[in-house]
């Protein structure tokens, strides 16, 4: 699964290890309990997190003048990995509101108060 371009890469690597855990998490407990056989559950998660740690700085900066487009890339590479649309649904708000944040914390941002 590949975004078009690189500009959110490194949001790409944390998103999927959020992924990754969440499906994690739902297979250990589809039969009702945790026990050391779920051990098997976390392997592909724990790949994902050198790639998703590695440059976790970088993702503010892939965040600052976020266009429409980019979110919409994201999410819809949210969509080949996972089929929960409240799960899609809460990337796309989260990262309009991170862009937000990233936006009001810029230095060069000029913030009107009423």
Known sequence: MELKNNKMKETKEVLELA????KAYRSAKSDGKFNLGDIQYLIDPALKLPPAFDNIG???KEWVNL???DIQEVVGYVRQVSNDEDFIKLIYHLIGAGAAVVALTRKD???AVS
């Not at 992924?19 to 969440?22: C, K």
């Open 19 to 22: 992924v990754s855990l969440i």
């Open 58 to 60: 970088e993702v503010p």
């Open 67 to 69: 266009q429409e487009a």
């Open 109 to 111: 941002t000029e913030i």
